[in-house]
């Protein structure tokens, strides 16, 4: 079973910059299409960006593009979301997710893939001065 791991969130000042990492634990991640997620509290959870198996297909939220970049390393079984330019309304536990859909990026990213095959614990990203 795909388990999911993420890392690198933190505390971070506005404008700065933070890269959060998603790994599989005891499997690889090709040719999953993993997708970031975040949720506020007494807020539903949103699509952030998402990835297709191969690298080749991407898509992000209106409210991150331009900011975020989206990647994975698949000699690291990783995926990567940098995000830069930071606010305080990026605040938020952020989680990685897995599926093998043929739906595509953005219908994961929009939630239309219920259930995923795999969800990460979270991490947290407090942008804040």
């Known amino acids: 079973q795909l388990q999911l791991v993420e890392s690198g969130g933190g505390l971070v000042q506005p404008g700065g910059s933070l890269r959060l990492s998603c790994e599989a634990s005891?499997?690889?991640?090709?040719?999953?299409?993993i997708g970031w997620f975040r949720q506020v509290p007494g807020k539903e959870r949103e699509g952030v960006s998402c990835?297709?198996?191969?690298?080749?297909?991407?898509h992000y939220a209106d409210f991150v593009k331009g900011r975020f970049t989206i990647f994975r390393d698949h000699a690291k079984n990783t995926v990567y979301l940098q995000m830069n330019s930071l606010k305080p309304e990026d605040t938020a536990v952020y989680y990685c997710?897995?599926?093998?859909?043929?739906?595509?990026?953005?219908?994961?990213?929009?939630?239309?893939?219920?259930?995923?095959?795999?969800w990460g614990q979270g991490t947290l990203v407090t942008v804040s001065s």
């Open positions: 997710a897995a599926d093998r859909s043929i739906l595509g990026v953005r219908a994961m990213c929009d939630g239309d893939i219920n259930p995923m095959d795999a």
């Open positions: 005891k499997s690889y991640l090709y040719p999953y299409a």
């Open positions: 990835i297709s198996g191969s690298g080749g297909s991407t």
